[in-house]
């Protein structure tokens, strides 16, 4: 089962900033690739941020030159620091190992943005 806690999300005004974390108890963190994904109401969920074990990145278009991920294996912790945020950018935000994406496996509970004035 997929151990995961993701955690920083609140409620910003447009143009704010936030910054998640998201906490792994497996070992194998530092051997996986991993993801940012978001799920706004009504919406199916969307990758939005990607790093690789050795550190590449990819972001969705809607996303570049605003959010950046990271990751500390040291802590098994994955960041995702998100500026500029918008309306559209509210959802609920969670992390997940890519390998599990693709197996179709279970996910944590997820951190709620909201981005409202």
């Known amino acids: 089962q997929v151990q995961l806690v993701e955690s920083g999300g609140g409620l910003v005004q447009p143009g704010g900033s936030l910054r998640l974390s998201c906490a792994a108890s497996?070992?194998?963190?530092?051997?996986?690739?991993m993801g940012w994904y978001r799920q706004a109401p009504g919406k199916q969920r969307e990758l939005v941020a990607g790093?690789?074990?050795?550190?590449?990145?990819n972001y969705a278009d809607s996303v570049k030159g605003r959010f950046t991920i990271s990751r500390d294996n040291a802590k098994k912790t994955l960041y995702l620091q998100m500026n500029s945020l918008k309306p559209e950018d509210t959802a609920v935000y969670y992390c997940?190992?890519?390998?599990?994406?693709?197996?179709?496996?279970?996910w944590g509970q997820g951190t709620q943005v909201t981005i409202s004035s």
């Open positions: 997940n190992y890519r390998w599990v994406v693709a197996a179709g496996g279970s």
């Open positions: 497996r070992s194998t963190f530092s051997r996986s690739d």
């Open positions: 790093i690789s074990i050795g550190g590449t990145t």
